[in-house]
């Protein structure tokens, strides 16, 4: 993805100061593990930039519909994502409170005074994204055996003791001490 540079203005540096900032993002991909999720249409996000005294903090939100693979059927997983943007950053120079803060929680400005989003509107979008995506809740997935896609009928299959095989069936007699 390319960037989303922010040129920070000088009326910006001063404390209280607030400026607001929107626009769309172009479709593009996401990785989130081992799951890929692309974005056909462009995402919208918006941002306030607020002047806290030593920092300017980063806050609003990005607004899309992201499209991924069911864990269970392998068909596509489309679903609406809404994700709260969130940054701090240190003005270099300028003291700012930190007592409650980790410093994983910021960063400082760059010296040329650029932002760039991407990174920020990634990061609210993983947050987001499902741990296992699914088409449906109750998305029967695909036949252990055959391989079809459960969702769109049964199948043929017979299966010993009802279970369908997997690599623990061998385990069923196991006499436990």
Same mark, same amino acid.
């Given at each position: ?37 692309s974005f056909d249409k462009p ?49 270099p120079g300028v003291e700012a ?35 296992v995506p699914v088409c449906t ?5 695909? =036949?252990?055996? =055959? ?31």
């Amino acid at each position: 993805m390319n960037s989303i540079p922010i040129h920070i203005p000088k009326d910006l540096f001063e404390p209280a100061a607030i400026r607001h900032y929107e626009a769309e993002l172009s479709p593009f991909c996401l990785s989130v593990g081992i799951d890929e999720y692309s974005f056909d249409k462009p995402l919208h996000w918006q941002v306030d930039i607020t002047n806290t005294g030593g920092a300017l903090l980063v806050a609003g939100t990005v607004e899309g519909t992201a499209r991924g693979i069911c864990a269970r059927c392998l068909e596509d997983a489309v679903f609406d994502v809404v994700g709260e943007i969130e940054g701090y950053f240190l003005i270099p120079g300028v003291e700012a409170d930190l007592d409650d803060i980790d410093e994983d929680e910021f960063d400082t400005l760059p010296a040329d005074d650029v932002l760039d989003m991407v990174p920020l509107i990634e990061a609210a979008l993983i947050l987001e994204m499902p741990l296992v995506p699914v088409c449906t809740e109750d998305c029967k997935g695909l =036949c252990a055996k =055959c391989g079809k896609n459960l969702n769109e009928g049964e199948c043929d299959c017979v299966f010993e003791d009802a279970l369908p095989l997997n690599p623990f069936a061998a385990l069923k007699d196991f006499k436990f001490e």
